[in-house]
């Protein structure tokens, strides 16, 4: 990028409503990702404004961006993104240990996470001793064990192969219905179809904002 | 973050690169060790030193008779025959300064008993003397005035002159012959160990001084001592009682140019005061080459920690993303620096010590390990982490997550 000032998204406005499963679409360079960086607190807009539940997170310092991250998001990457050599309760804590909880408080949520994604029993794996699709739940994990707003996943099923994208996608469904809110970014269209909602982003603006295919 | 969290982390990141941090500490084994070994050795010897200062007692001047000038040949220092006992007992009775003084002749020779036989120093003494040496007597009994004033013939033997007479028995009551003359073993003096000059100073027997003056050694006129050892009242008055005895001896000796003295005296107490410092110094020294190799010890782990951060530049993207705080990823770099650094200082200060033993065992000399070594090692290590960490882990602490996240 360099010195020179490219705007990589231009009035860009929307709404996410809490328990809505949002699935952002648009090719690279698009500005879904520009966009997923600010809604995950990593990058602050140049201008504009981005409330996230309900407080404005504009003029933060990068400490407070950290504890917001902290306590009111939950991140799921295409590449897991768990760190290696560490048993997977522990990679699932880890959210926790910068909340300041205690041990004892970290483990027993961190349980409760493991068993809302189906891992019960695989707790003191190591990631290199879990499938793909094992490694993306333990992510998810991660991202569910502090009770946050939004969970925010960039391509969750980019590195899986077709079946166990689809029971990634169901695991997404199901706690979508339990009520947690999920902002999704993908580029395959059988994928954002679980979504509920789809925005569809180019050349850094938003072409269309629809409900499950509906186009407004 | 709690801090046995952050001490759990920083364990297993340098339990994953077991060799490389082995070889990251080697730096600082290195060099903590080189310090606590050369320090060991500088102590050690300084001890020594002040252990002799205290085997000849404390605030000893040693008066020595002068050269004398005999149809124009010149003879060295105590050459002359030109202190006597009178000398002594003025110089205890007319200075101030001076606690006590004792005359002493000074000889060798063959001491026999029964059919053991052993060479040895005899010296010729006041009961003074034991006091001003601070040498107790451990069996029997001391020499006493009217033993001096009546040249009786009896003698204190020195531990290693009794071990090597009469073995385990008890020599008192015995008779020994010193120069084929018989003497009677009155008691046994407590051991002494090495003089400065590294001398046993136990190797010696101590007969009454005018019996020895009589019987052992010759001179010209009677009542001559070899030497007359003083003790001043205390630390300050040594150097002025070092003039007091200097003018007595003077007037004594009827000289009016001080210059012409007949005589000299050492203040021995000062001369290893200055060899102690010397040796205080040196180990100083010693420890300031060693504390370079900490210097470099402390760059490798700035390198190595530099190296660290930029292979985990993605975990510390991940953790970032999650909720660490600057601070946070600040003080787990810093911690393992820091751990490196203090693990190195403490199989240092273990190897430093086993090599301080092996140098006093294989080459005899005096070690020893002082708390106050350790400490100062420890700390200095915990400082090299901190100081040679610190750049590393403020280099880690200011990624950008985003970047770092798309770090490969």
């Known amino acids: 990028m360099g010195d020179q000032k490219f705007e990589a998204l231009k009035g860009v406005s929307f709404d996410v409503v809490a328990g809505e499963f949002v699935a952002i679409m648009g090719a690279s360079g698009s500005g879904k990702s520009t966009s997923m960086n600010i809604l995950g607190c990593l990058d602050l807009p140049t201008s504009g404004r981005y409330l996230l539940d309900g407080q404005d997170v504009g003029g933060m310092t990068t400490d407070q961006l950290a504890d917001i991250r902290n306590k009111k998001l939950g991140f799921v990457f295409q590449g897991f993104n768990l760190l290696a050599r560490t048993p997977a309760i522990e990679n699932v804590e880890l959210p926790l240990v910068y909340a300041g909880l205690s041990s004892k408080e970290r483990r027993a949520q961190a349980l409760i996470a493991m068993e809302q994604v189906g891992l019960s029993g695989k707790e003191n794996n190591h990631p290199s001793q879990l499938s793909g699709g094992q490694q993306q739940r333990v992510a998810i994990a991660r991202a569910l064990v502090n009770n946050p707003a939004v969970i925010l996943a960039d391509e969750p099923t980019g590195n899986l192969d077709s079946s166990t994208s689809e029971e990634i996608m169901n695991l997404f469904t199901a706690l979508n219905r339990q009520g947690i809110t999920i902002i999704m970014v993908t580029h395959e269209h059988d994928v954002a179809a679980y979504a509920g909602r789809q925005i569809t982003f180019r050349d850094g603006r938003i072409v269309s904002d629809s409900l499950t295919g509906q186009v407004i | ?408």
Request: with cysteine; hydrophobic share 45%.
């Open chain 2, 1 to 408: 973050m709690d801090f046995i969290q952050t001490l759990k982390i920083a364990l297993l990141a340098l339990r994953t690169n077991k060799m490389r941090s082995f070889l990251t500490m080697l730096g600082i084994i290195i060099g903590i060790a080189a310090v606590i070994a050369m320090m060991a050795v500088g102590t050690g010897a300084s001890y020594v030193i002040s252990q002799q200062i205290a085997s000849i007692g404390s605030n000893i001047i040693l008066v020595l008779p002068g050269s004398t000038t005999s149809g124009g040949l010149r003879t060295g220092t105590g050459g002359a025959q030109t202190l006597s006992s009178d000398d002594a007992k003025a110089v205890m009775a007319e200075c101030p300064s001076v606690a006590y003084a004792a005359g002493t002749v000074r000889t060798s020779g063959q001491i026999v008993s029964g059919n053991m036989n052993w060479s040895s120093v005899v010296m010729g003494a006041t009961p003074e003397l034991f006091d001003i040496r601070e040498w107790p007597v451990v069996a029997g009994r001391s020499i006493s005035q009217q033993d001096v004033d009546g040249a009786i013939k009896v003698c204190l033997l020195g531990q290693t002159v009794a071990e090597n007479l009469f073995g385990a028995a008890d020599p008192i009551g015995n008779i020994i012959r010193i120069k084929k003359i018989p003497f009677t073993v009155i008691g046994v003096l407590d051991r002494k160990g090495q003089s400065p000059q590294g001398q046993d100073q136990d190797d010696s027997v101590f007969v009454p001084l005018r019996t020895a003056q009589r019987n052992l050694v010759r001179s010209q006129r009677t009542g001559i001592v070899s030497s007359i050892i003083v003790k001043a009242k205390n630390e300050e008055l040594i150097n002025k009682a070092e003039k007091e005895i200097q003018a007595l001896l003077n007037q004594r000796h009827r000289i009016t140019n001080s210059k012409e003295s007949d005589f000299s005296t050492r203040n021995l107490s000062e001369i290893l005061a200055v060899a102690e410092q010397s040796s205080k110094a040196m180990s100083l020294l010693l420890g300031a080459v060693a504390s370079i190799s900490l210097i470099v010890g402390g760059i490798g782990i700035m390198n190595i920690m530099l190296v660290s951060v930029t292979e985990r530049t993605r975990e510390i993207g991940i953790r970032m993303a999650i909720g660490a705080k600057k601070n946070d990823i600040l003080l787990q770099f810093m911690t393992e620096a820091v751990l490196l650094t203090m693990l190195g200082g403490v199989i240092g200060i273990a190897l430093g010590a086993g090599g301080a033993t092996v140098v006093s065992r294989l080459l005899g000399w005096p070690t020893m390990i002082s708390i106050q070594s350790i400490t100062i090692a420890f700390v200095f290590s915990a400082v090299v982490g901190i100081f040679f960490g610190f750049y590393p882990a403020k280099k880690a602490a200011g990624l950008n997550p985003i970047d770092a996240l798309r770090y490969e």
